[in-house]
Every structure is written in C-alpha cells, then in structure tokens.
C-alpha cells in the first residue's frame, strides 16, 4: 500500500514557474514507476509525464514536453514535477500516481494522490 500526497500547487501568471512534489509513504518507492496528470474541469485526466523507478528516463506528453521536468528522489520518497513557461492550458488539478507498470493512460496506475490544483492566470 502506497499513500501519495501532492503539494506545491498554486496560482501564477502566464510565463511563471511552479514546483509539485509528491511524497509517498511506505517503504517499497523505489520499486514503482511514477506519473503525473492532470485533470481541467469538465475534461479527462490527462498524462503529463512518467519516471521510472531508477529516475533514467522520462517520458512527457507533447503539450508539456520542453517545459515541464519530473524528477525523483528514492531516498525521500519523493516525485517532483518542475513546471516552466506556464500557460493558461496547463490549469488542472495536478496529480501523481504510482504503479507497477510504464504507461501513458490512468488505468494502470494502482495508488493516486488527492491532487493539487495549479492556476495560470493570463
């Protein structure tokens, strides 16, 4: 069992730069592939990116792809998702997502955070 809990959300402008992190507790971290999404009202959850267990390779999606970053600690149990060039598209509730298998879609993904919501005002 793995318990995700997202921070760092919050209101910018346009062009302004945000940091989540998502700190998962247990014991066994390392051992999951790591996701972001987000969700804009009214819309699907959406795939921001994934990080695999060791941290070597990232995969984005190409709306965020070049402005977005993720990156993990396994020592501290911690994905962060580093947000720059921020636009008014990207508002959404952000949230991270662990799972045993490498994927672009929700549905694999086995434990997910409450979220944490990021404004880009123009």
């Known amino acids: 069992q793995v318990q995700l809990t997202e921070s760092g959300g919050g209101s910018v402008q346009t062009g302004g730069s945000l940091r989540l992190s998502c700190a998962a507790s247990?014991?066994?971290?390392?051992?999951?592939?790591m996701a972001w999404f987000r969700q804009a009202p009214g819309k699907e959850r959406e795939f921001v990116g994934n990080?695999?267990?060791?941290?070597?390779?990232?995969v984005y999606s190409g709306s965020v792809k070049g402005r977005f970053t993720i990156s993990r600690d396994n020592a501290k149990n911690t994905v962060y998702l580093e947000m720059n060039s921020l636009k008014p598209e990207d508002t959404a509730r952000y949230y991270c997502?662990?799972?045993?298998?490498?994927?672009?879609?929700?549905?694999?993904?086995?434990?997910w955070g409450q979220g944490t919501q990021v404004t880009v005002s123009s």
């Open positions: 990080i695999i267990r060791s941290g070597n390779a990232t």
């Open positions: 247990g014991r066994t971290f390392s051992s999951y592939v």
């Open positions: 997502a662990a799972g045993s298998l490498i994927s672009t879609v929700p549905r694999p993904y086995e434990y």
